[in-house]
Structures are given as structure tokens and as C-alpha cells.
């Protein structure tokens, strides 16, 4: 079994919840248990950080949060109700460790891209990419194209497009694994920054044990058990 659920009565609504998530693939003759009876309750605002060695399975827990796959049993919902491909534009953001940017447009149109998702972006929208694009530190590079652009810079555009549509939830996939120990150092600080600014609850995946500790929960994943590690960070 597994653990990660807050316990306490009056603790904020869950954003995200997973109950029972079990997930094997067929290799050659064999069927590997890559998941097993996951559950996980990430309440709004909060922080949670996934570590465990490579092949563990955490990507594809991460896969099935976003529903952009499905478990072989168990449920996950999103604030109550089952995630859905109208929803997922506008309710979570993802962050990867490939940036992931169109290398065509530049910053502020890669930016604006998550907008153009889900209809033609207004003036608001266009407001919105310029502050965020402010608060990640890039006011003065958003015209400029991805090429022209340092690693950690890329990555910043990318945590910027997460948030573009406000979502309730943020899920990053190893976003420091293309990044240099500094600059992975104050992409995390950023993400985790911003995310408590915006009560944006955020599911970080991470080899990181430092990485890891900035967040509120941390979990680990192991033989596709996931265990609480410690809570209630300060």
C-alpha cells in the first residue's frame, strides 16, 4: 500500500486524487508491475515532490495524473470530477525536461502558445505572457527565439507557458535534468516560488533530494510503492 494522503480533517480540498493507480507493461513474455496501488491526495496551493531511482516509474505516474494515459485500475479525479481532454488546457500546466519550445516563435509567442490552446489569445492574454514572462526574469528577452536563449532561460519561457491558462495545477518532470547544477538550482527556486505566489498546487518529479526538500510533502517511489517521506514543511 501506499501513503501521501493528508491527514487532518479541515486540510484544504484536493486539487488531485488518486486512489488505487496500478500501471504494468508486457515486456517480451513478461508483464512488468511499474505501478502499484498509488494513492495521492495534493490539496490546493500545495507542493509535493517525487523522487525515486530511474525505471521507477515516475514519469509514468506523472503520465497518468495528467490523464494524458490510463491506469489499469484505480481513479483519479481532479477537484472531484474525472480529468478530461476539455479540461487538462486549462486545469494543469506541465513542465518537462526537454523545453519543449517552438524554436519559430519567440519567447512570448511560445508563451502565449498554451493560450492558443484553448481559442485566439486577447489582449489580456497578451498582458498575461508579458508578466509572466516579467516575473521569471525575462522582460527584456521576449522577442527573442529559443535559439538565442541560455538552458535555463528556455526553461524559464517553459514555466512561464505552464501558468499562461491559471491552472489549479502544475506537474514538472524532471525540469533541471537539461540544466546545469546553478542555473537547475534557481529554476527549482523559481518554480516553487512561483507556484506558492499563484496557490498553484505543483507535482515535482526529481532525482533531486535538495530539489526535493523545498517542496511542502516529499514522497518516494520505489518497486512502484510510492511512501510519504516527511511533511509539513515550514
Known sequence: MTS???SSAAAPAAILTARGLAKTYLSGTQR???????DLDVAAGQSVSIRGESGSGKSTLLNLLSGLDAPDVGTLTWAGQ???????????GMVFQSFYLIPELDARQNVLMAARMIGIPRARDLARANDLLARVGLAGRAHHLPAQLSGGERQRVAVARALMNTPQLLLADEPTGNLDEHTGDAVIDLLVGLCRET??????????????????????????????LSSGKA
Open 4 to 6: 501521501g494522503s493528508p
Open 32 to 38: 512488468l508491475h511499474v505501478l502499484q496501488a498509488v
Open 82 to 92: 474525472p480529468p478530461s481532454v476539455d479540461r487538462r488546457a486549462t486545469y494543469l
Open 199 to 228: 496557490q498553484t498546487a505543483l507535482v515535482l518529479v526529481t532525482h533531486n533530494a535538495a530539489h526535493a526538500a523545498k517542496t511542502d510533502r516529499q514522497l518516494f517511489l520505489h518497486d512502484g510503492v510510492l511512501r510519504e
